[in-house]
Structure formats: structure tokens, C-alpha cells
């Protein structure tokens, strides 16, 4: 809102200087000079068309005390699609800041199963709630997750697209300085990623045995995999295109 006060720059084609146009829905409008389009601080968010803003208040109170989507309707006085609505596109909207990661960085991937809830078109036969997967070990039934922590338990997650090194170094680069020493498990692709990250590594062997050395171990970051599995636990099954949502509402 306050780069629409100032700049008024179009979401539309992106110029500066557009005019004001009156009031609606009890947001500001304005109009572009350059294109004719009209917008106002919401368009181009995820926010945007969304009503009953009196209620958006509380809405947030009821994420942040981890209530039920029926707890959230009944709490705010809307549809249950309504309140599931709101929650995915309020996650959305949301803009984690997360302190650097320093000193000591301890970073692993954990796998939860793929989840293809709500979707009518499966090229797969369903399975129940839970559910297990088809095959033994890693699959791309699996979704990777990969969560790196520090000693101060600054703790950043996202969902990899890829088990590599590039997608790793993507996740890693904005949270990590220089000065950072990355302690991973023996996976192959943690050592390109940390010499394209300039960052120093070491690697634990825990194939043979070597959990700990000195005051390096990746325990910590362990003990967040428990915790971000103990929390999508208790909504009782979540689809994998949320699964992103549901990581920043974690770190909420």
C-alpha cells in the first residue's frame, strides 16, 4: 500500500504516476495513465478479490493459534470453502523473514509422502488417508524437503524440486554468508553445492557410523524434521501443492 501512496506504479504494465479514481470495497483505486487500467493496493496479490475484510482480522488470529478450517469458519462467521480460501491465499501472501544462518549450519533432506488430495484426475490408483507407497525407499512418490539450521535455531525450509546440488544451492544462497561452516550427511550433492556457495563443508559418514565429530552432527537439524512432521501431522493430511503454505505457517 504504501509503494501504491507513493509511486502508484501500475501492477499492470508496470508505470509510475497513476491517478486516483475514487473508492470501492473500502480500498483506494486508482487509474493508470499509461495503460487505462484501474487497480488498487491489492490487485496482483494474493489478497486480491477477496471480501468480507472486516473479518480478515480475525482470520489471522485463527491462524495463528493453529485452529481447524472449521474452527476458522465458525470463528469468523464464513463457508468452510470460504475459510480454506482465506487460509491458502493469507499463507500465500505471507513474507517469511528469516535471520541469516551463521556459524555452524547443519542441512539435510527429509521426505514425506506425495499427496494428490482433491485432485480428480489421478494417474494413479487413490490410496487411503495415510496411506503407504508403492515402492521401497526413495521414489517420486517421495517429496523431498530440505531444512537447514544453525546452533540459534534459525531454521529455514523449502520443498525441492530436485535432490541436486543447483536446487540446494537456490534454497541455501539468500540464508547463508561466507563465514558459514555447512555440516550435511555423505549425500553426494551437498559438497558442489557448498564450493558454489563458497562456504567450507564437512561431511559425516553416518553409513559408518561417524554420527558425531567434535562438535560437528546434524542433530539439530534432525530434531526440526520431527518437529515440521509432528506439525503437518496434525491436520490429518495435506495436499503436496500446499505443502509450501504449510512450511511457512511452521515458521509463523
Not at 487500467?37 to 496482483?44: C, D, I, W, Y
Not at 530440505?146 to 541455501?172: E, F
Request: net charge positive.
Amino acid at each position: 500500500d504504501a509503494c501504491v501512496r507513493e509511486e502508484r506504479r501500475c501492477p499492470h504494465c508496470g508505470t509510475a504516476g497513476a491517478v486516483k479514481r475514487g473508492r470501492a470495497n473500502g480500498l483506494r483505486r486508482y487509474r493508470c495513465k499509461a495503460c487505462g487500467k484501474s487497480f488498487n493496493a491489492l490487485t496482483g496479490t494474493p489478497l486480491a478479490r477477496l471480501r468480507l475484510k472486516e473479518r480478515w482480522l480475525d482470520f489471522t488470529r485463527t491462524l495463528s493459534t493453529g485452529d481447524t478450517v472449521r474452527g476458522s469458519a465458525a470463528q469468523c462467521e464464513v463457508a468452510l470453502t470460504t475459510a480454506f480460501r482465506w487460509r491458502h491465499r493469507f499463507l500465500t501472501a505471507v513474507k517469511t523473514t528469516t535471520a541469516p544462518l551463521r556459524g555452524i549450519v547443519e542441512a539435510d533432506e527429509t521426505y514425506l509422502l506425495d499427496s494428490r488430495k482433491g485432485d480428480r484426475q489421478l494417474d494413479r490408483p487413490p490410496r487411503k488417508r495415510g496411506g503407504k507407497a508403492a515402492k521401497r525407499g526413495l521414489s517420486r512418490e517421495q517429496v523431498p524437503i530440505l531444512v537447514a539450521a544453525d546452533r540459534t535455531g534459525t531454521t529455514v525450509s523449502a520443498v525441492l524440486p530436485a535432490v541436486s546440488a543447483i536446487a540446494i544451492q537456490a534454497v541455501l544462497e539468500p540464508a547463508v554468508g561466507p563465514d558459514v561452516l555447512l555440516v550435511t550427511d555423505g549425500a553426494s550433492y551437498f559438497p558442489p553445492a557448498a564450493v558454489a556457495l563458497g562456504i567450507s563443508h564437512e561431511a559425516l559418514v553416518q553409513s559408518a557410523g561417524e554420527r558425531v565429530r567434535g562438535e560437528l552432527h546434524i542433530q539439530t537439524v534432525n530434531s526440526r524434521h520431527q518437529q515440521i512432521k509432528g506439525f503437518l501431522r496434525a491436520f490429518r493430511g495435506i495436499a503436496t501443492k500446499y505443502l509450501p503454505n504449510y512450511l511457512r505457517w511452521f515458521h509463523l
